[in-house]
Every structure is written in structure tokens, then in C-alpha cells.
């Protein structure tokens, strides 16, 4: 059964309220946070940088050693390193949100004026790859993973054209979906959730992990049955709130990291589950956290985009 779409607020009270100016991104802050209930497999959680509207879209970029991702309502793409050196990549950027590296080491960026787009991590060699659908204009790519033959995964929720884009607008298509690019060819995978956010594949390669803000819940969505036709989605976990967390929405990116737990946000901060969404535990953070990444040089540390700022948590 289709659920209805609803409008989810995308939390911008948070955003103006907690967020300072962009000028203020010259220092950064070494305060911490509770682990949580990830005792066993979180060292620490600690302010990387501030001073950033609404803070979004990580992804690890190894070339460069440094994370790339979005200030959404900033209209700006960053660069990080792991020691907190900031780089402005993109401004104007079109609303920049998630983004997912490719194998040779380029980045797709779905972005909220309505356009999937391919971008180096210095930011250079910016290009448009799909912006319709059987003719209709896409609603505001959102997240996007890339499997390892290169096809290309995106959500399509539509936030973008509900304010938190260049413009408002009606949805062309009628449905938010979550949608498969692979060799020129863009296709429908889902079309049944009320709000598709975040999204990451299985290590294995035969599984859509998607979170829908609206329904707290997240959903696995199997690769072995798509034929270029929709799949159902079944759903894998509904995520609780987080205890001594702050409020934000439902959850909203997420990564599988290589032991194949599942980190996902969602209210109060990010939940960490394994493969068959049983809960492993809980980082609280004080605001609306939207995405996340795993990087450095090892793979333990995590980059948590969350309101103004953007934190590294440091696995053990």
C-alpha cells in the first residue's frame, strides 16, 4: 500500500535558533558528549566545528584525506579534514545535501534546486547527471549511495520543494521516491514511502537500506528482485527516540559500516543496529543530527553532521 506524503518539518527552528553566522566558522571547539549506551564501540564524541547554518551530506573523500558535505541552508559545499582545516568548495551551490563517492573517487551530490550532480572533491568539474523523470521534474534528491558497479541510489522526499530549497513548488512526479541511475538510465525502485531520507547499501551489495522520517521507520528494500520495476519495501526497524537526546525529527541519514551495523539517525541522535535492525545502541546528541559518515585514515572516526555544527566521533 502507497502511503500518503506528508510534509515533515526539516527542523529549520533549530537551525536559526542554534546556528550562528558562517563568519564564525574560524574556530573550532573541543567540547564532548556523552557516549551513550556505545561504551563498547565509541571512544568520544566531540565538537569538530561550528558556526554553520544547517549542516548536511558527508562522505569520506581518501584522495584528499577529508570529508566533503553540505551547508543546506548555507547554499555551500565544504571540505573537512579529521584535524578541522576547513575548505569552502562550491558557494551558491544550489542547496547542496547528501553525498556518496564513486570509484574513481568523483562525488554525486543530490542537491535540493532539484538536480542529481557528479563533483570532484576540490569542487571543480561540477555537472548535471538527472534532473527528470519520464519528463517530470524531480522533487529534491536528498541522499544518495553508490553500489560498487556504480549505479547510482537517491531519495527523492520533497523538502526541497517545500522550502528548504532555491524555490517552492508543486511535485511534478506525485510521489517521492527512491530511484536507481545506471548507465544513462534512471528508474523507479520505490515509490510507496511517505518520506524516503536516507539511504546506504548492504556490504553484500544485495540490499537498500532507507530510512522515512515519517514513519521513524527503516526499510530494506532487496536488490536480488529489482528488474527496473518498483520493489516493495519491508520494513527493518522503528527507531525509538533517544534517551537524553534532543528533539529533531525522524530519522534521516545513515550509513552500514563494514562489520554491517547499521548507523542511522533519527530523534535524539544516532542509533547503531545490527544487520537485522536489532537495536546495538545510542549516541544522544543535544541536536537534530542529519547525517554521517565513517573515515580517516583507519576507518574510526565518524563525522556527524548536526544543526550548526559538525562532530567526529571516535570508534574504539
Same mark, same amino acid.
Given at each position: ?68 558535505? !553540505?551547508?543546506?541552508?548555507? +547554499? *555551500? ?5 579529521? &584535524?578541522?582545516? #576547513?575548505?569552502?568548495?562550491?558557494? $551558491?551551490?544550489g ?41 517530470k ?5 536528498n ?15 520533497m ?47 544485495? !540490499?537498500?537500506?532507507?530510512? +522515512? *522520517? ?5 526499510? &530494506?528494500?532487496? #536488490?536480488?528482485s529489482?528488474?527496473? $520495476? ?53 549516541i ?33
Open positions: 500500500m502507497r502511503l500518503t506524503p506528508i510534509k515533515i518539518g526539516f527542523a529549520i527552528t533549530f537551525a536559526v535558533l542554534q546556528a550562528g553566522s558562517a563568519q564564525g566558522q574560524g574556530s573550532s571547539q573541543s567540547n564532548s558528549l556523552s557516549v551513550g549506551t556505545c561504551n563498547d564501540i565509541v571512544q568520544s564524541v566531540q565538537v569538530l566545528k561550528d558556526g554553520f547554518k544547517w549542516t548536511e551530506g558527508p562522505a569520506w573523500d581518501a584522495n584528499r584525506g577529508r570529508w566533503i558535505f !553540505s551547508d543546506v541552508m548555507g +547554499d *555551500t559545499e565544504y571540505a573537512i579534514s579529521p &584535524s578541522g582545516d #576547513l575548505t569552502t568548495l562550491r558557494e $551558491n551551490a542547496f547542496p545535501n547528501g553525498h556518496a563517492v564513486k570509484n574513481d573517487g568523483s562525488f554525486i551530490v543530490a542537491q535540493h534546486d532539484r538536480t542529481l550532480d557528479s563533483v570532484m572533491g576540490d569542487g571543480t568539474e561540477f555537472a548535471l547527471m538527472s534532473d527528470t523523470y519520464q519528463g521534474k524531480l522533487n529534491s534528491p541522499d544518495v549511495a553508490v553500489a560498487r558497479d556504480n549505479s547510482i541510489f537517491f531519495t527523492d522526499p523538502f526541497g520543494i517545500q522550502g528548504f530549497g532555491p524555490e517552492k513548488a508543486e511535485s511534478s512526479l506525485g510521489y517521492a521516491g527512491v530511484f536507481r541511475l545506471s548507465n544513462g538510465s534512471l528508474d523507479l525502485v520505490n515509490n510507496e514511502l511517505s518520506t524516503p531520507n536516507g539511504i546506504a547499501i548492504t556490504n553484500d551489495q544485495k !540490499s537498500l537500506i532507507v530510512s +522515512d *522520517t515519517g514513519t521513524n521507520t527503516l526499510y &530494506s528494500i532487496n #536488490l536480488d529489482y528488474n527496473g $520495476n518498483p520493489v516493495e519495501a519491508v520494513k527493518l526497524a522503528e527507531l525509538a527516540p533517544i534517551a537524553g537526546g534532543g528533539e529533531g525529527h525522524g530519522p534521516d541519514g545513515l550509513r552500514v559500516a563494514t562489520d554491517n551495523k547499521i548507523w542511522a539517525t533519527g530523534k535524539g541522535g544516532v542509533n547503531v543496529l545490527e544487520a537485522d535492525g536489532t537495536m546495538n545502541c545510542a544522544p546528541f543535544p541536536n537534530h543530527v542529519a547525517n554521517l559518515s565513517f573515515g580517516g585514515s583507519d576507518n574510526k572516526l565518524v563525522l556527524a553532521t548536526s544543526a550548526d555544527k559538525v562532530y567526529t566521533i571516535t570508534l574504539k
